[in-house]
């Protein structure tokens, strides 16, 4: 076969998974070696399974498993995998264009990778239950962070029949969610669907949301059969077992492909300074405005974003989830950073002699 035929071939096979020149041209060195180009769609246990120009194969990733759990292969990822043999191996992975991570839920400062290489982080929050506004900004921070565009799916949309009611929680998602689009869909009734089928179009997304929050009918809904399990959700609280237990890539008709992942129980951040100021950006853009450069928004003079909360223009609760979310993710970097834990030491030091002064200026009053 002709090198031009190969590349047909490839191209033929893999387009529908988000095969592109980009990706081609950073595949060209192991192309030169025999390689074969595939997607993971799946892995469990040490072994991946791959959509590749010869159909779907499944590869040992002995020799792509380093020490570092943020490099280790994952559902997304673009790999060169042996041309033949019993059993196949995955010799490398393309550089992940972007990469969906958040804290493990250990004590240890490490991060785990969810899926790589999205485009789209469709958010499912169940419209069953009510609202977690704080659970959201951190999905947003986590999606922000990756490189992904955001979008959060209010499910289960016919629960709630008031257009009004409906109207109001759009309304305080959009709020808590500045520049992402918010999108109330029904998989039982077919609402939004049309629209969020259009949003996804020919990129890959990944589906991520909490047990319980409709992933597998939404799923199900997009792919146009039931490929994933559904249980039902607890009346008490919402919350269902998880009938999702690895990350899938699966193919959608209209073009483009859905990672499916488990329900998370943790939203732990890991290294997401960027991803909390874009989702929190009304109050960086007002901090804008503040006296200080680095101002804590706490009691200092001319802080425009306390400012802002007395005038009505911000609410409060955005500014307590703000401080919350950078205060964790400041504690996650510090484990890694030395600098960063010599910085947090010496905030403390100063808040700490403040507060002693304090104590003293209150005690010389009551002499």
Known sequence: MTSSAASAQVEAALAPYGWDEEWAAAFAPYAAQGLLPGRVVRVDRGHCDLITP????????????????????????????????????????????????RSTSSKRSEGQILAANVDH??????LAVELDLGRIERFLALAWESGAQP???????DLVPDAGVLSHLVQDVEATAPGVSVLPVSSH???????????????TTVLLGVSGAGKSSLANALIGHDTMTVQAARDTDGKGRHTTTTRNLLALPGGGV?????????VGLFDAGAGVGQTFAEIEEIAEGCRFHDCGHDAE?????????ADGSLAERRLTSYRKLIRENRYIVAKTDARARAEMRREWRIKGAQGRAAMEAKRGRLR
């Open 301 to 309: 003079p001319g802080c425009a974003v306390l400012a802002a909360i």
């Open 189 to 203: 009734s077919g609402e939004g669907l049309d629209v969020l089928t259009a949003l996804v179009l020919g990129g």
């Open 151 to 157: 979008l959060v799916v209010l499910t289960k949309a």
């Open 54 to 101: 010869e159909g779907p194969v499944q590869a040992d990733t002995a020799f792509v498993t380093p020490h570092d759990p943020l490099r280790v292969i994952c559902t997304g990822d673009w790999a060169a995998v042996d041309p033949a043999g019993d059993p196949r191996f995955v010799r490398a992975y393309l550089p992940r264009r972007t990469a969906f991570v």
């Open 258 to 266: 859905l990672i499916d992942t488990p329900g998370l129980r943790g």
């Open 121 to 126: 982080a469709v958010i499912a929050v169940s």
